[in-house]
């Protein structure tokens, strides 16, 4: 057990399911030598050789239809797209291709791949580098799409998304890869992929989100709970396939609920969730479904994005704004 | 370096294109034949292939204009590559195909019906049978030219596991325009893989021309600039592509790298059934185009050869029209499938959460089903 950030534990993940299953591979810009620009695979050139570890051609739609085609023959391919902004050019092989081939054959082609991107901003990167892709891919019809929160499930839901039979999006909080660390064990152990976790038991509300926005939204909770508001708080984690059993089964509990995600918000995740909670959810709610979301607009660059990006502040208004609508008690 | 002066300027590379060509339009063999083709025998089964093929499209394109089939992209003219491509191949090699490439489909297993059914709008008809060549093979690829780099990734995957297998990308002369066509020629050298891409120039991406869509001389100079050999064969001349096709599998096969072929063939049909090419193309074209048919051609050859007569001819095109007729018959009594197999192959296991959707189809009534 050792102490871990995001990026060790995909670093840790990819080394222990490498060494436990020849057939994965890695394959993506700069990640043999260099390591990765995040560091995620650093050691695993030296540990698995160039064939298993492949640097890439600076060519995304490239790695997408690689990784397809690698995983069409029975081999499970991890490509790394370096920054999110690069996912756009891997879209035309992930909708077309890799969602399809399983349903168009009828089973008798598939696509077990993962595609590992760094997802959102928050790091003053350049232009392109700090988009949230995750509407993109969760509204395309056979994909699993998993964002990670914390070191643990980004190794535990790693391993899972590596071993599933089909093509699994995996966006890591780019802003959270060293924030904080958490006890990790190499235990080879996966956790389930269509499962929302319960982080943390309340009575008044529950605040929903996945990846880097977990992060603000413990904090939320956190001075919340200096004030007395009890939040129960639940880390999507897997965005397709959503479980909504999960988020019903608390708001049915608090009948309040906040959303916060990080992407623009028309069409978002925040959208769906709150769309079901309607449907299956209204008659538990004492107040409307609120969403803290990133703005529809074009990601800031750096100087501006701190505006872009929700924050405690912007959660804990949220929250005070619904507590008024329907008081607590 | 060079020991020239900085200022003086020096041919740092060079290249040439080669045509290779057996067998003229009229038939007259211009060069000595290779082995395969020396027993009338193979002649004969070639000749087979594309006169069945020809068909078989003829059927489809019948059975579309009569409303019992969908849109449909005939393959006319272009027989001698599916053919020559078909045969070519070994059994575990992987054929990855644009949309056109039905003789080589059907001679790896593919049953014609699957043909019928695809452009009919029934996803089973890519689950290629178990116990063919076809059982590995990519299905049918409408985006063009983006399943190119996918060939990169199975060949890859070949050459990891040191099989003796080779992976053939089939696009036509459009997908030659994409970046996806670029991405896979410009690295298949990097890891000198077991792929051989296959341009079939039809002279035509729907409307427009082969002269519009490039500068380029020639499709196979494109693998140049990816460091591999590019190549043209007549595409209408069954015993070039054979030949050019074998080659270039057995240098993939051997280790030597991956390669560009590019065979020149012509679209003697409409892009498809729901295009009319009166409105863009000429007709003296198209004329022209027909008195190098390479099924014509291989007649002609034959006939010189003494291998091939007017009685040989006649049961030929009995069998073959009996051929497609059964093809029809066959796709006719396919039924469609249940409601809920837009859910059943979605993922290895349905999502829990899709539950509800497919149990609502599954319930509603039974939609109005056609042919
Ligand atoms: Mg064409």
Redesign the interface.
Known sequence: MADLNIIEAVNLALKSEMARDENV?VLGEDIGRNGGVFRATVGLLDAYGP??V?DM?L?E??IA???????????R?VAEIQFSGFLYPCL??IA??AAR??????????CPLVIRAPNGGGIHAPEHHSESMETFFAHM??LRVIAPSNPARAYGLLLAAIR???PVIFLEPTRCYRLFKQAVEDSGEALPL?TAFVEREGTHLTLVSWGAMMHETRLAADALAQEGVSCELIDVASLK?????TILASVTKTGRCVIVQEAPRAYGPASEIAANLAEHGLLSLFAPVLRVSGYDTVMPLARLEKVYLPDVRRIVAEVRKLLELAPVG | MSETSPSAETTVAAFDVRMTRFVDAAGTVLAPLPAFAQDPEELRRMYRVMVETRAIDRKAVALQRTGQLGTYASCLGQEAIGTATGIAMHADDVLIPAYRDYAAQFLRGVPAESTFLYWAGDERSMHFPEGTPSRHDFPFSVPIGTHIPQAIGVAYAFRLRKQPRVAVAACGDGATSRGDFYEAVSSAKVWNLPVVFLISNNQWAISLPRARQTGAQTLAQKAIAGGIPGEQVDGNDVIATRHVLERALAAARAGEGPRVIEAVTYRLHDHTTADDARRYRAEDELEDAWTRCPIKRLRACMATLGCWSVADEEELEAQAAARAEAVAQAYFAVQPEMPQAIFDSLYATLPTALGAQRAEVMTAPAPQTEH
Do not use: K, V
């Open positions: 591979l064939e298993r492949i051609p060519a739609n490239l239809a690689m990784a397809i085609g690698l995983s069409t023959q029975g081999l391919p035309d092989q077309n291709h081939y399983r349903n168009r054959t009828r089973g008798r082609i598939t019809p056979g599933d039979p089909d269509d396939p959503l479980d909504m059993d």
